[in-house]
C-alpha cells in the first residue's frame, strides 16, 4: 500500500474514497489484535489465566471507550456495532403507548426499528424533517414532544451528507422534557470530539469498522440508571446489558482504534482532511452543472463531518458515475453502503428536497485519514473526464438540450 490511501493495481491507481462505508484496519489496530487470535484466546468470562487475560484486554479496551466517550466505564457495553446499538437503543426502551421522536434522515438501523415498534409494537411515531441544508431545526424536536414522548434518537453525523447535528441542543430539550436521548455516532465518532455528558445523552451507538477498526464490534454508553432492556439475553455478559461471549480481538481492535482516534482529533489530522476534502470539493464544483448537498441558504456548507461531501451531477446518473470512476481506481459512493445496488434514491437527499433525478445523481465522496494531496489530484484528474463521457450519452443530456 501507498502512502494514504492510494492502492496500486497493476497500472491503475486506486483511491479509495468511501470511508462512510467502511475503512481498512491501521498497522496498529492489526498488531494489537493479533495475539488474542491464538495465544491469549480465553473466554473473558472464565476465571482461570487464560480467561482473565482475556478479561484484562477488554477491560483496557472499556478504559479507552470510557476515555472516548467521558463517561463511567460501568457505562461502556461493547457489542457487535452500530446496527445493534440502534436496535437496543429503541426496542430496549420502548413500549406500547410510548412515543418516538427521530428523523427521516436517520441510518436505516434507527428507521426500520421506528417503523417496526411503530407499526407491530404500539408505539407512536414522529420522524421530523430536515431543512434543505440537512440540518435538523431543535426547535421541530421541541415541536414534535408528546406527554408520552420517552425518546429521541438523532444521528450526529449525517451518513451521506456529512452534516452535523446540534445534538447538544437537542439534549436540552430532552433534558427539560425528561425525555431518554440517544445518539447514533457510527460516523461521527473518531472524527470529532464527543462528550456523553455536555450532550446530555443517555444512549449512544459507535461502530469500529468506521474508524479503522475491525467489521463487526462496536461499544454502547449507557448512563447509569437507564432502564434499557437487552436485546440479546443468555449469559450474564456486559453487567447482564448485552448477552454472548465477548469478542475479544474485535474489542482489543476497536480499544486501539478509538485511542488512535482520540489522537486524530486532537492532532490536527481531520483539519488537514478537510482541507483536502475542500479542495476536492471546489475542483468538482468548478465543473458546470454540479453542487452541493448540504448547503445553507446562503450557498456556504454548514458543519460537516471533515472528510465528507456529497455532490450532485447534472445530466449525469450517480450509478454510472461510480461504475465509471471504479473503473479509472476511485471508490466512491451513490449514498449509503448499505443500500448498494438499490435503485431507489438515497432518502436522505429527498427528505433534504432534492427531486428523484437530483438525488439520483448525487455521489458521496468520504476521505479516510490516511488520505493525501495526491489522492485527491487523482480524483480531479478522473471525475472531469468521465462527467463529460457520460454527459455525452446521457438520454437526461439529450432531453435537456432537446
Known amino acids: 500500500m501507498a502512502s494514504g490511501s492510494g492502492l496500486v493495481s497493476g497500472a491503475v491507481k486506486r483511491v479509495y474514497m468511501d470511508a462512510n462505508a467502511t475503512t ?8 494489537a489484535m493479533h495475539p488474542y487470535w491464538m495465544e491469549f484466546f480465553g473466554n473473558a468470562s472464565s476465571i482461570h489465566l487464560d480467561g482473565q487475560r482475556a478479561r484484562t484486554a477488554v477491560d483496557r479496551a472499556r478504559e479507552v471507550l470510557a476515555e472516548l466517550f467521558h463517561c463511567h466505564e ?58 434543505p441544508s440537512g440540518l435538523i431545526d431543535p426547535e421541530a424536536i421541541r415541536a414534535a414532544l408528546r406527554p408520552e414522548t420517552r425518546l429521541i434518537s438523532v444521528m450526529l453525523a449525517n451518513n451521506e451528507t456529512g452534516v452535523l447535528q446540534p445534538v447538544e441542543e437537542i439534549g436540552r430539550i430532552a433534558a427539560e422534557a425528561g425525555v431518554f436521548f440517544h ?23 459507535i461502530s469500529a469498522h468506521k474508524m479503522h477498526g475491525p467489521k463487526g464490534v462496536g461499544a454502547m454508553f449507557v448512563r447509569r440508571g437507564t432502564p434499557l432492556e437487552p436485546l440479546l439475553v443468555g449469559g450474564s ?52 452543472g454540479t453542487g452541493l448537498n448540504g448547503a445553507g441558504s446562503d450557498g456556504k456548507p454548514v458543519a460537516r463531518a471533515a472528510n465528507t461531501t456529497n455532490l450532485w451531477f447534472d445530466q449525469v446518473e450517480g450509478e454510472a458515475l461510480v461504475i465509471a470512476l471504479d473503473l479509472k481506481g476511485v471508490a466512491v459512493s451513490g449514498g449509503s453502503a448499505c443500500h448498494s445496488g438499490a435503485t431507489e434514491p438515497s432518502h436522505v437527499l429527498l427528505a433534504m428536497g432534492l427531486d428523484k433525478a437530483r ?28 462527467v463529460e463521457k457520460l454527459r455525452a450519452v446521457s438520454p437526461l443530456a439529450a432531453r435537456t438540450l432537446g
Open 74 to 131: 460501568a457505562e461502556v457495553v461493547f457489542n457487535s456495532g452500530g446496527t445493534e446499538g440502534d436496535n437496543t437503543a429503541i426496542f430496549g426502551l420502548l413500549r406500547p403507548g410510548d412515543h418516538l421522536i427521530t428523523t427521516s434522515i436517520e441510518h436505516s438501523a434507527v428507521l426500520q426499528s421506528a417503523r417496526r415498534v411503530g407499526g407491530t409494537g404500539g408505539v407512536g411515531v414522529t420522524y421530523v424533517d430536515p431543512e
Open 237 to 288: 455478559h456486559e453487567r447482564r446489558r448485552r448477552a454472548g461471549t465477548e469478542n475479544v480481538p474485535g474489542i482489543v481492535g476497536l480499544g486501539k482504534a478509538a485511542e488512535l482516534a482520540m489522537k486524530s482529533v486532537e492532532d490536527g489530522t481531520w483539519d488537514r482532511v478537510a482541507g483536502l476534502r475542500d479542495r476536492l470539493e471546489a475542483g468538482v464544483l468548478a465543473l458546470s
Open 183 to 205: 445518539i447514533d455516532a457510527v460516523q461521527g465518532a473518531g472524527k470529532v470530539p464527543l462528550d456523553v455528558r455536555r450532550i446530555g445523552c443517555h444512549l449512544l451507538s
Open 359 to 386: 438525488a439520483r445523481a448525487s455521489l458521496r465522496f468520504s476521505l479516510l485519514k490516511t488520505a493525501t494531496d495526491a489522492d485527491v489530484d487523482h480524483v480531479l484528474r478522473v471525475v472531469p473526464e468521465a
Open 24 to 31: 481498512p484496519l491501521l498497522p496498529e489496530v492489526v498488531e
